[in-house]
């Protein structure tokens, strides 16, 4: 069964528990459409974006945070986080 599949089967027993009058099955894909069609780009985007491996020590983790957050710095503080 694909993922899909899994979902709109979930949302058919949710609805049915729900009881709404206007939810069915064509609603459901409609629904389901317009999530992917809504989420992919956003997904797409950020999955090209730079990653940070979270599983490093914490002080690495920081230091790749401030390397990929630097450009975008606009304000100089005079003092230093530590």
């Known amino acids: 069964m694909y993922p899909c599949q899994i979902i709109i089967l979930f949302l058919t027993c949710l609805i049915a528990l729900q009881g709404r009058v206007d939810d069915n099955i064509e ?4 629904r389901f459409k317009v999530l992917v069609e809504s989420s992919l780009p956003v997904i797409e985007h950020y999955n090209a ?4 491996d979270a599983s490093k020590p914490i002080p690495e983790v920081f230091e790749d945070v401030k390397t990929i957050f630097a450009p975008y710095a606009k304000v100089s503080y005079w003092f230093h986080i530590v």
């Open 27 to 30: 609603t459901i894909r409609k």
């Open 49 to 52: 974006k730079d990653k940070i």
